[in-house]
């Protein structure tokens, strides 16, 4: 069978957010700036009880149910918690932004390749990446890389530092000022920020370096969240919950602060209808969203990612400005897309 002559079969992209791993301190609000800790692991060894559904023979069954839920179940698990003198929760990590979308890092298509370029270059003449841009800026001002550990904090400070051989500046967000529902939210902070993040995505090679430093009150002694680490053969009576640490600090994978940062799509067609509508999404190729166990951009439906870039790509318009960026927030996740050129 005769090869297509403008398809990639290796197409690759890297991605121009690169986030660090964050690394989890305590400390109270009031000498949140000057004194800091680092949050360790602990392990505990519970008897919990039996509360996984039960097989009907035994549930109607009251000797049955009560042998049931004598038995122990005994989990040992990781936990994570500030001290009882600390209220507050300090989580640092880095991203560091880059330029060059307009050349894929592997393409083996040279018709391809060209027509790509044209159509990314003339995204960043008409919108600069303004929009996405503004989202990102968003989703560090709202805190949203906290997960778990935004909900019920009392104060959220974010405090965000931007330097490249050009730029040192700084900003401070009250995180609860910011919804994390839409991005609506437009003042003087967000656009500078925002400028920033899309200059350096706009550009051919440049870069700007992010840090990020979060304080959230949580109140003292409270339980804090780091990520968990997936463990796929655990044995009987090994240990259940295993916490994500790196050199004795406890800590978020760098891939669930980059799924929040990322979390800017409300372009899905469900996004506008409340029955059905998970808020913003992170960006993915088919809007997958695992907790729902639904991918809300079906090849079906034509809205996922290769339905557009497809003919995107190869020069066609899209008939609307939020497919264009769309496709332009997956390249700047990166990824591998290549298709068979048989």
């Known amino acids: ?10 197409l690759a992209f890297e991605k121009k957010l690169v986030t660090s791993d964050g690394h ?24 919990g009880t039996i509360s996984n559904r039960l097989k009907a023979a035994i549930k109607g069954d009251p000797a049955k149910l009560n042998a049931e839920v004598e038995k122990a179940n005994l989990q040992r698990v990781d936990a994570c918690a500030l ?31 060209q027509s790509y370029r ?18 990102y800026a968003i989703n560090l001002a709202n805190a949203r890389f906290l997960w778990r550990n935004r909900v019920g904090a009392e104060q959220i400070e974010v405090q965000v530092s931007a330097k490249n051989n050009q730029v ?42 992010l840090e990020i430093n979060c304080y959230a009150q949580v109140g003292r002694a409270q339980e804090v969240y780091p990520s968990e680490e997936l463990v796929l053969d655990k044995g009987k009576g090994e240990k259940s919950k295993i916490l994500y640490q790196v050199q004795d600090i406890a800590a978020m994978h760098s891939q669930k602060l980059g799924n929040a940062l990322r979390t800017i799509d409300t372009w899905y067609p469900e996004f506008t209808d409340p029955e ?6 992170a960006i993915e190729p088919y809007g997958a969203v695992t907790n729902r166990g639904k991918a809300y951009r079906t090849p079906a439906e034509k809205q996922d990612f290769y339905t557009f870039f497809d ?5 066609e318009q899209l008939q609307a400005t939020e497919h264009e960026h769309y496709v332009m927030a997956i390249l700047v996740r990166g990824g591998v897309f290549g298709e068979s050129d048989k």
Not at 1 to 10: D, G, I, L
Not at 29 to 47: G, Y
Not at 89 to 108: R, W
Not at 311 to 315: K, T
């Open 1 to 10: 069978m005769a090869k297509k002559e403008n398809t990639a079969s290796v």
């Open 24 to 47: 989890m301190y305590g400390t109270t609000w009031q000498e949140r700036t000057t004194r800091l800790q680092p949050l360790k692991l602990n392990e505990k060894s519970v008897r």
């Open 83 to 113: 001290t009882p003198e600390q209220d507050t929760l300090n989580l640092q990590f880095t991203i560091k932004v880059l330029g060059g979308i307009t050349e894929p890092a592997a393409c083996n298509n040279d018709l391809f390749k």
């Open 118 to 135: 044209n159509a990314a270059r003339a995204y960043i003449e008409t919108h600069q990446f303004s929009e996405l841009a503004r989202r």
């Open 168 to 209: 040192e500046k700084s900003w401070t967000f009250d995180a609860t000022q910011y919804s994390t529902k839409h991005f609506d939210h437009q003042d003087e902070k967000i656009d500078e920020l925002a400028t920033l993040i899309a200059q350096a995505l706009s550009s051919d090679n440049d870069f700007l370096m």
């Open 276 to 281: 059905a509508s998970a808020g913003p999404i």
């Open 311 to 315: 003919v995107w790509a190869r020069g």
